[in-house]
């Protein structure tokens, strides 16, 4: 492929990125502040959004779809512990089909919004031994195997420098103050850890948990990166949370379900839900 080839997709993209943007003003009744990122399992903090409107992906120009069956695919818009805010109810996946740069296309839409802060959740994984299931990660680091960088292209100047800094990706403000709330709010089970996004959708083998554990991740997943790395291009402020389904003993690997790990994250949404809103409370 050319570099003129490269500069007409990124131009496209530009285009489908502003009419979206264009039906999105015309529609939201506030400019959101916080961007809500819900996976697997946690999508129920879109309900307890204020004054909402409620827009179907499928209703957004350009907007991808979503095809997994436990995320809804709608974009909420409203108000949440008295911030304006935008929720992605349910999110999209490399192994979906789609590429990085398309699968973050809405949240770059939302940081063309004027956006300040992403909050992404999924559920995850666990590689560290010392984890058990329903333990709540804070991220604190990544490591990107999924083989796409949304950036990869033309360079937009205007929507963030080429070569973006990710040396703190996870803002450490952020992260106190999130300890400082699940204190408060009694959950002990809160860790910061290592996150690794892989391209899925098969589960990991034994060899590949031990794999990832000497990379030093702590939890594993197939999102969350792609959109981390869009918010900092954008320079958005980001936190991450991630609810452990399932903690993999590579010794004695057990199958994984699909069903099993949207239970366990249910089972944890509403301490999820409790410091998404008094993290948003104390902002």
Sequence with gaps: MDSSDNKSKAANFIQRVEAAREFLLSRLPVTPEVVLILGT???????LVEEAVVLPYAEIPYFPRSTV???????VCGRLAGR??????GRFHYYEGYSTRELTMPLRVLSRLGAGMLLTTGCAGGLNPGYAPGTLMLLR??????????????????????FPDLSSAYDPELRRLARQCATGLGIDRLREGVYVAV????????????????????????????????ARHAGL????LAVVANVNDPDNQQPILLDEIIRETE??????QELVLALLQRL
Excluded: F
């Excluded at 033309?154 to 963030?160: A, Q, Y």
């Design 41 to 47: 399992g946690l999508g129920g903090v879109a309900e």
């Design 69 to 75: 069956p436990s995320h809804a695919g709608n974009l």
């Design 84 to 89: 304006p805010v935008a929720v992605l109810q």
């Design 141 to 162: 680091d990544h490591l990107n195997l999924i083989p796409d960088n949304p950036l990869r292209g033309s360079n937009n100047d205007e929507w963030g420098e080429r």
């Design 199 to 230: 391209p899925g959708p098969s589960l990991e083998t034994p060899a590949e948990t031990r794999y990832l554990r000497q990379c030093g991740a702590d939890a594993v997943g197939m999102s969350v990166v792609p959109e981390v790395i869009v």
């Design 237 to 240: 402020r980001v936190l991450g």
């Design 267 to 272: 089972a944890c949404a509403k301490q999820v």
